[in-house]
């Protein structure tokens, strides 16, 4: 059974639809039993081990330990606990606990009695605890131990199971925890379970058609209800409404379709949003439920391109992993609107939900910000489990489209990602394989003929869903970046829908490099792209530059402004996130792919995508992190300037470089870069841009270094800046001449003993107390706690630094 949140209203008593946020205890470990979570306890005795703490929800069991480099993190049981008052307004209601989200294998119980289990993740799911209450309330322990409150425990589970999605083999953090909101909701003896609203165009945009349907939840079998229906502007002016009597309230029923003249059209820069609020009256008690609509036309054609209302869109997406520095998968609503709200301001208008239902905050700000999206079921490696496995994929399959059914910005259902990858089974089947990827495509078209199906890099079923993704990473896993074009056209006429998900490459945040701009200037010189940065296999070869990155961006992005059929692409991924199979990468455990940090730092590839999505002009000069610049005396070097803007003046140390204008297919950077030298020493850049009257600008400073250095001698450790109790340190590596080691990238173990504490396990380039450096230099925080402590930097073969944190 899968709820909604009811708005129910009864004349004597208010709505009543709270979220359970505060007073739980948590446990990281499994239990020898339910009564070990209830059992009574007095302080000291055994009883009391093991101990519980305090935390509130949402809470991920793996905030920590997803990016602890000195482990894996934690796969097994936790447990919740809390004590609940009820006072259910209604004298037939339903009391009821509605998960968002918790992973992967919960169990919920009131006192002793286990009232229900759900296995899957990422879909939403309601249990029913009525009876269990009704029950409880008998016991004489429910005044004498609990005084009058509700014993609630809840066990969640993220061990490895082969009969589970998604696979362990996923390059991601399987998280365990109640990581989303919980609901507790009062229902009158009559609700709604779910509302369906399909928005159609029709009379070529003149008029606009709602369907709505709904799903009642109707325990005591209530014959009939009085029924209405309104419909709302973004502005809230009434445009629609109508009232019936509804019989037969046990299946799916059709509410009413009503009619919208001159609709207006939901589109990525115009997200106009209907809102439809249905309303069953039954005796006493009133149910309301609503949900958003936008009314627009999608259409894949044949071998491209993409329309949204009947003109040609290019998709200019990204993807998102619902993870997050300190909390993992237990993002506030605060922390995902912000991730989103960088989203658009890069200029995204597209973005498939990686791999997996997200919470549905994340599809409403998608239908709000004008953010289209592709989300997919978690069937992601491994290969093709039992009859358990196959049934936990449909029915999340199933949740997902019926519980995000109505968002106008939905548009593709992913049935599965990288299933040609084998490893959990004794054999690798693919005519099973494709079996079942035909099953889930034909179900999804049944529950919705209106969207389409997807899934990406599985070559053998490319044919079975509406739209296939191939894996091409041109520049990072396979070829030179300059190839792009050539592996797409390749793979574009393999299929009938071609839409290429996922390109794009690791960066390290703060590691800078000349070499690419040297290359640059090669390419620039003798225009031969036939051997421009001939790197076989960056992943492997390379050190995760930003400066690699950004070129690599930047060509793929220029390539895309002129292929007027592609459907459009969707870079991976938005933010840096936890995945278990990368304990070696500068950040360990931690996928870099990120354009920006997981605590949402910039890195420098977001301008780039800024420069070639967003309409609000920005400017950005590329080396805001980059403290040192270095090559000989008087040598040109490379100044590459991001914006949007029609054109740019450059000044260098005060001095104007020359005025360019802006032509996306003068690489690099849009024709926004120029030759310079530098002074040794200081040096201040400076940027003008003008798009129309607007003019925007930017400013960096930086030293130039032309001294060469040697090994890494030894290591210095400083304190660098101190806020609010928070003081920040930095490790640099110099030779014996005390030059600094620019092209270093040793590890380095940061340490610290006394009252403060590292500020750590944050899977950041300054956030992780095992990392690489960038360019000789490291960084950490740590919060003082009104002490004094000792910070330590190790690294092998250098001697250990020492720095004391007064109080």
């Known amino acids: 059974m899968i709820l909604l949140i009811c708005f129910c209203q009864h004349s004597l008593y208010a709505q009543k639809s709270l979220r359970l946020e505060n007073d739980w205890q948590f446990l990281k470990q499994d239990i020898g039993g339910i009564w070990?979570?209830?059992?009574?306890?007095?302080?000291?005795?055994?009883?009391?081990?093991?101990?519980?703490?305090?935390?509130?929800?949402?809470?991920?069991?793996?905030?920590?330990?997803?990016?602890?480099?000195?482990?894996?993190?934690?796969?097994?049981?936790?447990?919740?606990?809390?004590?609940?008052?009820?006072?259910?307004?209604?004298?037939?209601g339903r009391t009821l606990l509605h998960f968002e989200g918790a992973g992967q294998k919960t169990t919920v119980y009131i006192y002793t009695t286990e009232v229900a289990s759900h296995v899957g993740g990422y879909d939403e799911w309601t249990v029913d605890i009525t009876d269990a209450v009704e029950a409880f309330k008998k016991n004489p322990v429910y005044q004498k131990q609990f005084k009058g409150r509700i014993p609630v425990s809840i066990r969640t589970d993220n061990s490895r199971d082969l009969e589970m999605i998604p696979s362990t083999l996923s390059d991601f953090s399987i998280y365990g925890g109640i990581y989303r909101h919980i609901n507790l909701v009062y229902a009158p003896p009559l609700s709604f379970d779910k509302l369906f609203v399909a928005a159609k165009v029709e009379n070529k945009s003149r008029q606009g058609k709602l369907s709505v349907r709904a799903r009642f939840f109707n325990p005591d079998n209530i014959g009939s209800a009085d029924i209405s229906v309104k419909v709302t502007d973004a502005q809230g002016k009434l445009v629609g409404q109508s009232r019936k009597k509804l019989v037969g309230l046990n299946k799916d029923a059709q509410l009413e379709e009503i009619i919208i003249e001159a609709p207006r059209l939901w589109s990525t820069e115009n997200p106009d949003l209907y809102t439809v609020e249905a309303i069953a009256i039954n005796g006493g008690d009133t149910c309301r439920i609503s949900e958003q609509a936008g009314f627009r036309t999608t259409e894949f054609l044949s071998k491209g391109p993409f329309l949204l209302n009947g003109k040609r869109l290019l998709l200019r997406g990204t993807h998102r992993h619902e993870d997050h520095a300190g909390v993992a998968a237990a993002m506030t609503d605060e922390m995902i609107r912000n991730e989103m709200l960088l989203m658009k301001e890069m200029g995204a208008n597209f973005i498939r939900l990686g791999h997996y239902q997200q919470s549905r905050y994340v599809l409403k700000l998608c239908d709000s910000l004008g953010i289209l999206v592709w989300e997919e079921i978690p069937w992601c490696r491994g290969g093709l489990g039992g009859r358990i496995y196959k049934e936990q994929a449909k029915r999340m399959l199933t949740n997902m489209i019926e519980q995000h059914y109505s968002h106008p910005s939905a548009i593709i259902w992913g049935l599965g990602n990288e299933n040609d990858w084998p490893g959990d089974f004794t054999s690798f089947d693919t005519s099973a394989i494709k079996r079942f990827m035909t099953e889930l495509n034909d179900l999804s078209h049944q529950l919705d003929p209106s969207r389409k199906t997807a899934i990406r890099r599985c070559d053998f079923c490319k044919e079975i869903p509406d739209i296939y993704s191939p894996s091409i990473w041109a520049g990072w896993y396979r070829g030179v970046y300059t190839d792009y074009k050539e592996f797409t056209k390749k793979e574009f006429s393999k299929v009938n829908h071609f839409l290429h998900v996922e390109w794009g490459g690791d960066s390290h945040a703060g590691r800078h490099s000349e070499t690419p701009d040297i290359a640059l200037q090669q390419f620039m010189h003798n225009n031969d792209t036939a051997n421009f940065i001939k790197s076989v296999k960056a992943a492997k070869d390379g050190d995760w530059n930003e400066s690699y990155i950004c070129n690599l961006v930047d060509w793929h992005l220029k390539e895309q402004e002129k292929m007027p059929r592609l459907?459009?692409?969707?870079?991976?991924?938005?933010?840096?996130?936890?995945?278990?199979?990368?304990?070696?990468?500068?950040?360990?455990?931690?996928?870099?792919?990120?354009?920006?940090?997981?605590?949402?730092?910039?890195?420098?590839?977001?301008?780039?995508?800024?420069?070639?999505?967003?309409?609000?002009?920005?400017?950005?000069?590329?080396?805001?992190a980059a403290s040192i610049r270095w090559g000989k005396k008087n040598e040109k070097k490379l100044v590459k300037i991001y914006s949007n803007c029609d054109q740019a003046e450059l000044f260098v140390n005060g001095k104007s470089a020359g005025v360019k204008k802006r032509n996306s297919q003068d690489y690099p950077a849009a024709g926004y870069h120029w030759e310079v030298a530098f002074a040794n020493g200081e040096n201040m850049i400076h940027v003008v841009a003008r798009k129309g009257k607007e003019i925007v600008t930017d400013t960096i400073r930086f030293q130039y270094e032309t001294a060469s250095w040697g090994k890494v001698a030894k290591a210095i450790l400083d304190k660098i800046a101190e806020t609010d109790g928070e003081v920040t340190l930095q490790v640099k590596l110099v030779d014996d001449q005390g030059h600094q080691c620019l092209d270093a990238a040793n590890w380095v173990r940061f340490g610290l003993t006394g009252d403060g504490k590292l500020i750590d396990n944050l899977g950041t380039s300054t956030g992780s107390r095992y990392v690489q450096v960038c360019n000789g230099v490291a960084r950490i925080k740590i919060k003082k706690n009104n002490g004094a402590s000792v910070a330590s930097a190790m690294l092998e073969g250098i001697s250990t630094v020492f720095i004391d944190i007064k109080k």
């Not at 905030?63 to 447990?79: E, H, L, M, R």
């Not at 692409?569 to 455990?589: G, L, M």
Request: hydrophobic letters at 35%; one cysteine or more; glycine letters at 4%.
């Open 567 to 624: 459907t459009g692409t969707a870079a991976w991924t938005f933010k840096d996130f936890s995945t278990p199979i990368r304990p070696d990468n500068p950040v360990p455990y931690v996928n870099q792919k990120g354009v920006v940090e997981r605590d949402l730092t910039k890195k420098e590839a977001f301008y780039v995508f800024q420069s070639y999505w967003a309409s609000r002009p920005m400017v950005h000069i590329y080396g805001h």
């Open 36 to 92: 070990e979570a209830v059992r009574p306890v007095i302080k000291n005795n055994p009883e009391a081990v093991p101990v519980w703490t305090n935390v509130t929800l949402p809470h991920c069991a793996n905030a920590d330990d997803a990016v602890d480099p000195d482990g894996f993190y934690y796969q097994g049981a936790s447990w919740y606990r809390t004590q609940i008052s009820l006072e259910n307004p209604y004298a037939k």
